[in-house]
């Protein structure tokens, strides 16, 4: 079965450090990832997702499907960024049901 | 445009009881798909609905069950609610179709359901 890894539940950087969130996926084929972020108090909604290969709000994720991961990252962490992320993947295109991670609690010190 | 909308927000009902939770999606949004969150199993998918046909299920009992209307609004149902029922009932709607630009999720506010 596809399954999604976070293995931190919990992580906190320095305002201005970089950030490292990750997610790891094990199954076979063409996975396709997301990140979502929910901050305090708002909805859930997608941040990345991998085949768009864009930078979001400073964030970037890349696919290696040698180490399984899609980890997410950006250089210089702000306080906004604060907030909750999960990894998420869908097995086929077209098929909207999403596995989500566990989350990771992202917490940015000033 | 609006949102994604839940109603009701906040729902408290007994063991055994039965509820029903009602979803809008974005107009012109075709397909609906229902989360349940809980502190210890996470987010964890329920179904999703495109045009009135239940296209995808979860590893959910037959307590669950859901139907979505000609207008794309959908329910969800829960009979003989246990106490393990207690979460954040989320859905998410998208345009549903098969292209993955149209993937995208928009989630709504969830509701709370709290079973003593």
């Known amino acids: 079965a596809q399954r999604v890894t976070q293995p931190e539940k919990l992580l906190s950087v320095f305002k201005g450090a970089p950030v490292e969130l990750k997610c790891n996926y094990s199954y076979s084929g063409s996975p396709e990832l997301f990140w979502y972020v929910q901050y305090s108090r708002q909805r859930l909604q997608l941040l990345l997702r991998h085949i768009s290969r864009e930078s979001i709000k400073g964030f970037t994720a890349d696919l290696n499907k040698g180490e399984t991961s899609f980890h997410l990252k950006k250089p210089f962490a702000q306080e906004e960024d604060s907030a909750m992320y999960y990894c998420?993947?869908?097995?086929?295109?077209?098929?909207?049901?999403?596995?989500f991670g566990t989350g990771t609690r992202l917490t940015v010190i000033p | 445009k609006a949102g994604v909308t839940q109603t009701p927000r906040y729902l408290i009902k007994t063991r055994g009881q039965q509820v029903t939770l009602s979803c809008s999606p974005i107009?012109?949004?075709?397909?609906v798909s229902w989360y349940q969150q809980t502190p210890g199993q996470g987010l964890q998918f329920l179904f999703e609905y495109f045009s009135e046909t239940q296209r995808n299920k979860g590893n959910f009992p037959g307590r669950f069950s859901g139907r979505q209307f000609s207008n794309s609004r959908s329910e969800m149902n829960v009979s003989t609610l246990e106490l393990g029922d207690s979460a954040l009932y989320l859905c998410?709607?998208?345009w549903g179709t098969g292209r993955f630009d149209y993937n995208e999720q928009f989630f709504g506010p969830g509701t709370r359901l709290t079973v003593l």
């Open positions: 998420a993947s869908i097995l086929q295109t077209g098929a909207n049901n999403l596995f």
């Open positions: 107009s012109g949004h075709r397909s």
């Open positions: 998410a709607s998208s």
